[in-house]
């Protein structure tokens, strides 16, 4: 009974989530994490002391992973910068209900979205929905499948590229201008997901492409689905460029976003994430449900530096 425990524990603690099926496993350490009392509780009444020790390990190990997750930070947001809403949105092969997305949009006054999963038809219901009245500008890529992608804003963008990974899935990237701030680089995160034996490949070299934090330039923002949690080594390693995970800045990040609809015999996990650079503070993360879509959206309140623009 302890010995599968101590081997994630170990997995997970040193970064060896790598291949199938531990990328997509990983994913479930939280409650693997919960699990792990039950080893510890049966070795203690049983008086067993070396499973019991080697239980109380793991689960200390799992716990100290896992549970800064519901603890908010204390670091202080920027004096006096403005606040922006950014919202992710996975639109399943662009299923997602267009109307639910913009009515985010209006109750949340959200500045910024970015898409996934963009296409022709999603961008023509948008449109239809009213997203271009409240959010005018655009920097969008449709594309039939699952590798479109967009970002919508309320303020002046410039498109800045698409950017294609060798797997054929890519990001919208957009430099945003917001008045009283800093300079915005916003992309629209989505890297291959590691759904199969034969995708765990791809999604790991995508995900080390995505781009490094810019602590003396523009401020970075790095919203979607990564198809990662906190677990993933991987993960963990585009954070360490300088960015934060807003959810797990308010002490929001056991929230899943995936799935929900469709897959109830699946736990829910993390996938969908807003990442901004150490200097934007995060007031608040929530979730919600968006029919048509496997994925719920994830809306940030972020407050960024002041600049001179």
């Not at 910068?81 to 209900?97: C, E, Q, T």
């Not at 499948?145 to 309320?154: E, K, L, N, P, Q």
Request: charged residues 15%.
């Amino acid at each position: 009974m302890v010995v599968p425990f101590v081997v994630w524990a170990a997995t997970r603690v040193l970064g060896l989530d790598s291949g199938f099926p531990a990328v997509q496993l990983i994913a479930f350490t939280p409650y693997v994490a919960a699990a792990s009392l039950l080893p510890l509780s049966v070795a203690l009444a049983t008086r067993r002391v070396w499973p019991a020790l080697l239980a109380a390990l793991a689960t200390v190990a799992l716990a100290a992973c896992v549970l800064p997750r519901w603890v908010a930070d204390s670091t202080p947001e920027p004096d006096g910068g403005p606040v922006v809403r950014v919202m992710s949105v996975n639109m399943l092969f662009g299923g997602a209900d267009a109307a639910t997305i913009v009515g985010l949009v209006k109750q949340f006054q959200v500045d910024l979205v970015a898409l996934q999963e963009y296409t022709p038809e999603a961008k023509a219901g948008l449109r239809a929905a009213g997203l271009e009245d409240v959010l005018p500008n655009a920097v969008s890529y449709p594309k039939p499948g699952v590798t479109g992608s967009a970002v919508y804003s309320r303020y002046a963008v410039t498109d800045i590229g698409y950017r294609l990974f060798p797997s054929g899935f890519g990001q919208a990237q957009a430099a945003v201008r917001v008045p009283g701030a800093l300079d915005v680089r916003v992309e629209s995160v989505h890297p291959c997901a590691p759904a199969t034996m034969g995708r765990a490949g791809c999604w790991e070299r995508d995900i080390v492409q995505e781009p490094a934090a810019t602590p003396d330039g523009a401020v970075s923002l790095l919203i979607g689905d990564f198809n990662a949690t906190l677990d993933h080594e991987k993960f963990r390693a585009v954070l360490d460029t300088g960015y934060r995970d807003a959810a797990d800045v308010v002490g929001a990040g056991f929230e899943a976003s995936w799935p929900y609809q469709g897959k109830w015999f699946v736990p829910g996990v993390t996938l969908d994430h807003v990442l901004a650079d150490k200097r934007v503070g995060v007031r608040k993360v929530s979730v919600h449900r968006l029919p048509a879509s496997d994925h719920k959206a994830v809306v940030a309140e972020l407050v960024l530096p002041r600049g001179g623009n």
